[in-house]
């Protein structure tokens, strides 16, 4: 059995993607397959959600478990070395995310979150939600 040092954690950590990551895009080519357009990583929207439908203000998020801190109250327990590092910063991130929709929300916008397992399980389900809250948005009467 392989021994989980450090260096090699740290090693491990740096290379996780935080663009294009594989829940990413298994959505984004399932809503493209569907004819679906979108902007990815917009700068100038709250966030920088994944994908971002301008137009009709929809914001795709699609948040892996282990940073978004996924069933959070129970996963905690499972830090074993660093707690004092990483649980602050899963709850940091937790707490960004639900600033970043109420900031979206005020401002008009329809905000959607998918946890990576839920796309990997049943990517055509969460495409169907995208592909509803667009219809909605473009029913709702402009500001």
């Known amino acids: 059995m392989e021994t989980r040092t450090k260096e090699r954690i740290s090693y491990t950590m740096q290379r996780v993607r935080n663009k294009d990551s594989r829940i ?21 929207i709250e966030g920088k ?11 795709v998020f699609c948040d892996s478990e282990f940073w978004h801190g996924h069933d959070w109250e129970e ?3 499972d830090f074993k070395s660093n707690q004092d590092f990483w649980i602050p910063k899963i709850e ?6 639900v600033t970043v929709n ?3 929300e005020y401002d008009g916008w329809t905000v959607l979150r998918f946890w990576g397992r839920q796309i990997e399980k049943d990517v055509s389900g969460c495409a169907d939600i995208v592909e509803a809250a667009l219809r909605d948005a473009g029913a ?4």
Request: charged share 45%; hydrophobic share 40%.
């Open 24 to 44: 990413e895009l298994l959505l984004r080519k399932e809503l493209w397959r569907r004819g679906l357009r979108y902007r990815k990583n917009v700068k100038g």
């Open 49 to 59: 959600p994944d994908i971002a439908f301008l137009g009709k203000k929809v914001a």
């Open 75 to 77: 996963r905690k327990k």
């Open 92 to 97: 940091r991130n937790i707490l960004r995310d």
């Open 102 to 104: 109420a900031v979206l």
């Open 140 to 143: 709702r009467p402009r500001p």
